[in-house]
């Protein structure tokens, strides 16, 4: 009875998109915060390419026998997979951790916030989608909450904000997270799982190249806590469950409602990094939390 209810449990929380776009939030959020913690200490390209193949590596006992039933699926669609993999994998994976080297996580912050935006856009040059009144003010709501927060509702923050390489590479990479988002319409219908396998090994054999070339310059990965801890987290959560989550997500509603649940990152990061460094709750994280809040509650609504 108990496991019973345990698998109607989690097959609801499947079918539940805000549910599965929050969490793909709060691991990314997780993500950006690893990214700046190891940035200079871990080689971008490389843990690029090993969060691609562990994972596979960790799906594979898992998907088996769904490989087999949805191989035939899988032939017939491998182009677009191996498309939707490299952009939204490999590529877009690669330029994230590059970006995080020479930006910091304010700018990373804002360059996020245009996620929404370009997702909107993407969809609407590429299949002709409308935004809704409701969607575009839960955007146009949901951003004010972002600059709340990250520029602490001090003009002054938002008067020094300076873009530099690191920024150029994010807002790139937004656009990309924006076309990969839109084409996820043309997925085949196969198992979540045998997607993510396939989408994840495509990626990562990809990004061997780069890896190699990395390794060749003298930038190695080291031994340490550090490296083995980033690995993981990467790999788990920002990787397996957080494209998991995204890909049902955007299934569900859509890459346009799915889009501002992006703007749950930075109070996720203020959150956690209220939580791990003890700082306080400010006036600007409460203001900016509703605002985000209620946009995305605006701009989910299918109406």
């Known amino acids: 009875m108990n496991q019973h209810w345990t698998v109607a449990g989690a097959a609801r929380l499947f079918g539940n998109a805000y549910f599965l776009l929050a969490l793909a939030s709060l691991c990314w959020s997780g993500n950006h915060l690893m990214g700046r913690a190891i940035a200079g200490h871990v080689p971008p390209l490389t843990i690029s390419t090993l969060r691609w193949l562990l994972a596979a590596a960790i799906l594979f006992p898992f998907v088996r026998g769904h490989l087999v039933r949805d191989w035939p699926l899988i032939r017939q669609n491998f182009g677009v997979i191996v498309y939707l993999s490299l ?102 219908p196969i198992h979540p799982l ?58 569900l509603i859509g890459p346009n409602r799915a889009g501002v649940f992006l703007h749950l990152i930075p109070v996720y990061s203020a959150l956690l990094t209220g939580a791990l460094l003890g700082e306080p ?14 946009g995305v509650w605006c701009a989910s609504r299918s109406r």
């Open 281 to 294: 709750l400010r006036f600007y994280h409460v203001a900016g939390f509703a605002l985000i809040l209620f």
């Open 87 to 188: 952009l939204g994998g490999g590529l877009f994976g690669a330029l994230q951790f590059v970006g995080l080297q020479w930006t910091t996580a304010l700018n990373v912050s804002v360059m996020n916030s245009l996620a929404p935006v370009f997702i909107a856009a993407a969809a609407a040059i590429m299949f002709r989608d409308r935004l809704t009144g409701r969607q575009v003010a839960g955007i146009a709501i949901s951003l004010l909450g972002v600059l709340a927060i990250i520029t602490k509702l001090d003009p002054a923050i938002a008067a020094t904000f300076a873009f530099n390489l690191g920024d150029i590479i994010i807002v790139v990479n937004m656009a990309l997270w924006a076309v990969y988002s839109a084409s996820l319409r043309w997925r085949p």
């Open 194 to 251: 045998s997607f993510m396998f396939v989408f994840a090994l495509v990626a990562g054999i990809a990004m061997l190249p780069a890896f190699a070339w990395e390794y060749a310059t003298g930038y190695v990965l080291q031994p340490t806590l550090l490296t083995f801890s980033a690995i993981a987290m990467v790999t788990i959560f920002s990787t397996i469950v957080a494209f998991v989550s995204w890909t049902r997500g955007v299934e």
